[in-house]
């Protein structure tokens, strides 16, 4: 599957470097394409080789019931981001904003965390977003989805055993940081100040108190969503409780998957979030269940990335350059 239409270098001076010759863009979104598709292809190999002898334990319709509310928490993740984008003045249909988010996201299956901004950048750029807007609310969603699931999973550790209030006690310190750091006053300055550095106009809009109460709506949504995933799996594997289990499922997945952006050198982090959630969950199931799930959760959740972006290319496949100038430099 090749990232669709034109993700081909705008201008120089765009803020997105530019490719000399339009001769090379065509192999050059090829090159890109292959790069990320062979990425997801590494950590699929690599997690199927562990969930195939585990899958046996669980029936294909409890396994399509736990990636539906994947492909939901996916889904209000999706909005979440559109709404930072919105509020910082970027404004997308819903078929182009699809594309640009759901094509981005494949790069987090490269290590280093800038492949994502930097694709939705270059794809923005098709819709005439500014690759400043785009990087802006590609930080402030990222900010966000940390925050709150460090909101979610907080309040949840204790109730989790020992081993995971004294490994996670950290948490306490890093949530009040990303409280301070995701108020309105304190994001504008920062990317003003960013902005100027870089030699960048101010973006077109700056975040306000409802978009970033948005945003963060749109995640706590899907946190909620996930919780359910791992509920589902859990039950099948011989876990008892109703709304407490839940409860500490969702609790314990947030903060494991908070845990993996913190390396930034780790595709998508994994095995940072498997190892968090073996961990978190250990006073909930036992340990090896604790382990099928985070195998079989990356798993739904690296093929709920690839059937949302095969979605996107199918919604998207129109013409996508609207008439118009181009948009200012970034």
Wanted: proline share 10%; with cysteine.
């Amino acid at each position: 599957m090749a990232l669709p239409d034109r993700l081909a270098s705008p201008p120089a001076g765009d803020g997105v470097p530019a490719v000399p010759g339009g001769r090379w863009r065509t192999p050059l979104r090829l090159a890109v394409a292959g790069l990320f598709l062979a990425a997801v292809a590494v950590v699929l190999a690599g997690q199927w080789r562990q969930a195939r002898p585990l899958l046996g334990r669980l029936s294909v319709p409890v396994v399509l019931a736990a990636w539906t509310p994947v492909l939901a928490g996916l889904y209000a993740t999706f909005r979440s981001w559109r709404a930072a984008l919105a509020d910082l003045g970027g404004t997308l249909p819903q078929a182009g904003a699809m594309r640009v988010f759901y094509l981005g996201q494949l790069g987090k299956y490269v290590p280093g965390t800038i492949w994502p901004v930097v694709t939705q950048m270059r794809l923005g750029r098709d819709y005439r977003v500014p690759p400043r807007a785009s990087g802006a609310a590609f930080a402030v969603f990222m900010l966000v989805l940390v925050g709150t699931g460090l909101l979610v999973g907080l309040p949840v550790v204790p109730l989790l055993g020992r081993d995971a209030a004294d490994g996670y006690r950290w948490l306490a310190l890093v949530l009040p940081l990303f409280a301070v750091a995701l108020s309105p006053p304190v994001l504008n300055r920062a990317v003003a100040v960013a902005l100027r550095v870089l030699g960048r106009p101010p973006l077109p809009a700056p975040l306000s108190l409802p978009g970033v109460l948005r945003v963060a709506g749109w995640a706590v949504v899907s946190w909620l969503c996930y919780g359910v995933h791992v509920v589902v799996l859990a039950r099948r594997l011989g876990a008892d409780g109703g709304a407490l289990l839940w409860l500490r499922c969702t609790g314990a997945f947030a903060a494991a998957f908070a845990s993996g952006p913190l390396l930034l050198v780790v595709p998508a982090g994994a095995g940072v979030r498997e190892a968090a959630l073996v961990l978190l969950l250990g006073s909930t199931v036992t340990v090896p269940v604790a382990a099928v799930i985070a195998v079989c959760s990356r798993l739904l959740f690296i093929l709920g990335d690839l059937a949302w972006s095969a979605a996107a290319v199918v919604a998207a496949r129109r013409p996508v350059r609207p008439p118009g100038p181009r948009p200012p430099p970034a």
